[in-house]
């Protein structure tokens, strides 16, 4: 039996979809997918990477549904249109690549779960760095016992971000927009995916108890935070430490630290570099393509690496921080702003988040000025 090329469509696709466009062009050059269809509210932007040529574009999902019939749908558009959209991509028969994240909270969660159920599809969620052959090996080496028991998972993040990404669309920096709450701060949309990793690889368990949580922002026209740490325990025991900024000094890409009684690890998720306890140098790791992977489940059953029910955690942790209120202004005199773009610097932040993530501490507990 001859297999059929997978039908694809996108919704979203400006802004991150762009990614998923320029993912998609050569495997459709390729003959291996059937690009069926773009929509977006917005004009769709050219690309010279990703040309939109005579892929059907469309600015209504539901037309798009009926007029090109797809296997599957990827979602690009912000977060509160999720729902509704993958609730009617699996109606219609559909599988679903999710960006992250996926809903904004547990009951959102819960009606997203049963339609899946309900229509038999699949929901593969776009925390791409769950695909990381690194983090397959650190969790294969933790349950080897390589590490010992584990006590304690914790994050650094460091980056920056400059005035124009505030500006980048109409949720950027918000708390919430029309009544609903969208919070696009540092923890709830670009380390989304340090607090997955953090939460996958300390067993994919759910948290016990309180989330601690300490928000920060350095700019007053932002609602979000651009500083943050979180810390909780899951029903594991295992202790999870989230520390990340948007306005640090020094680049940290996101490095875990995976603690146990006979050892550490260290893993830097962006880029799949890992060193495992006794190794003097750290292995550069490849990646699974989270569609690629969604394919091959499709195909043949491959295990989907990132399917709805493992965001679960995550998603709570999502809920408290978007009804967390507006976080406290730190003051100017701890800010710096340098750039044409201008991007603001914390003073010390980028060794504060390392502090709590090596420490398991929260800012508060390190003697910060600003904390
Ligand atoms: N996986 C990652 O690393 C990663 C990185 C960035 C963004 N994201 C996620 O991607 C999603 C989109 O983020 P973004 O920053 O590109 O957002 P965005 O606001 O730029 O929106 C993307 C596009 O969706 C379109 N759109 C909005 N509502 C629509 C609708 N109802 N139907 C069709 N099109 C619609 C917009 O016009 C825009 O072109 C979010 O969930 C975000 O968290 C993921």
């Not at 059929?4 to 469509?9: E, F, G, K, M, T």
């Not at 059953?301 to 921080?321: D, P, Y």
């Amino acid at each position: 039996m001859t297999e059929s090329i997978p039908r694809i469509a996108l919704v979203g696709a400006n802004g991150y979809g762009l990614h998923h466009r320029r993912n998609l062009e050569p495997r459709r050059r390729g003959g291996e997918i059937a690009f069926v269809g773009m929509c977006d509210t917005a004009r769709i932007h050219e690309d010279a990477s990703a040309p939109i040529g005579d892929i059907p574009v469309f600015d209504d999902y539901r037309a798009m549904l009926d007029a090109t019939d797809p296997d599957v749908v990827i979602i690009a558009t912000p977060p509160p249109t999720h729902l509704p959209i993958a609730g009617d991509a699996m109606r219609h028969g559909c599988d679903v690549y999710l960006e992250k994240p996926p809903v904004a909270n547990l009951e959102e969660y819960a009606a997203l779960y049963d339609v899946m159920t309900e229509t038999g599809r699949n929901v593969q969620v776009g925390f791409q760095a769950l695909g990381s052959h690194a983090f397959n090996t650190l969790r294969d080496a933790v349950e080897d016992g390589r590490l010992g028991d584990i006590q304690a998972v914790s994050v650094a993040g460091s980056w920056r971000r400059p005035d124009s990404y505030y500006r980048r669309s109409p949720w950027a920096g918000k708390r919430e927009v029309n009544g609903v709450l969208v919070a696009d701060g540092a923890l709830a949309n670009p380390f989304a995916h340090a607090s997955q990793e953090a939460i996958a690889l300390a067993g994919d368990w759910p948290l016990d108890g309180a989330i601690e949580l300490e928000r920060l922002r350095c700019r007053e026209e932002i609602e979000v935070d651009d500083t943050a740490v979180w810390r909780a325990t899951n029903r594991n025991g295992v202790r999870i430490t989230v520390a990340v900024t948007l306005c640090g000094d020094r680049k940290i890409e996101g490095d875990i630290y995976v603690k146990g009684t006979e050892g550490e690890a260290w893993f830097e998720y962006p880029t799949d570099r890992l060193r495992l306890p006794g190794e003097a140098e750290p292995t550069q790791y490849g990646r699974t393509d989270l569609l690629e992977n969604l394919l091959a489940h499709r195909r043949r059953g491959v295990g989907l690496i990132s399917g709805l029910r493992r965001a679960k955690t995550f998603t709570g942790f999502l809920e408290r921080v978007l009804n967390d209120p507006i976080p406290r202004l730190v003051d100017a005199s701890h800010l710096e702003r340098v750039g044409d773009d201008p991007v603001t610097i914390l003073k010390g932040a980028d060794q504060a988040v390392e502090d709590a993530a090596r420490q398991g501490r929260l800012f508060s507990e390190l003697g910060l000025p600003w904390a």
